[in-house]
């Protein structure tokens, strides 16, 4: 990874973010190729650490409690080519390569897949794989 703090075990690059009273920071995965949006998820201290550390994506999952590697189930892991933060220190970007193209649990590229047409969401980007068939019946 470029731009990654020389040593990732000092807590003092993790000062500069603005975390949310419950230890969080939004944090977008983008495709480092193409500037696509794949999705946004939530990074706590650790998982944000665990990320530099380990070059692979690592977030926080509000519903489970723990952290989650993505792709760990999928085998669609996130390979961090670089880790950015916005000029309010608030907001997280790891520019990514996403293995297996697939970034959402619903078996397309992005978890953005809906556009707003006339009053209504509307899915507008394709399944490519079935999600029964990436996770089977969990």
């Known amino acids: 990874m470029k731009d990654t703090p020389d040593n990732v075990d000092n807590p003092d690059w993790l000062e500069s973010i603005r975390w949310t009273a419950d230890g969080l920071v939004p944090a977008i995965a983008q495709d ?15 998982s944000l650490r665990l990320t530099a550390e380990e070059g692979h994506a690592v977030y926080w999952s509000r519903s489970r409690g ?46 953005f897949y809906r556009s707003l047409q006339d009053g209504q969401w509307v899915g507008v980007e394709p399944v490519i794989k079935d999600p029964d068939a990436i996770y089977g019946n969990q």
């Open 32 to 46: 480092a190729a193409t500037g696509d949006i794949l999705m946004m998820a939530w990074m706590n201290r650790e």
């Open 66 to 111: 723990k952290l989650w590697r993505k792709g760990e189930t999928s085998g669609h892991q996130q390979v961090v080519k670089d880790i950015r933060l916005d000029c309010d220190e608030d907001v997280v970007l790891l520019k990514v390569e996403q293995k297996g193209g697939i970034a959402c649990h619903t078996g397309r590229r992005s978890c």
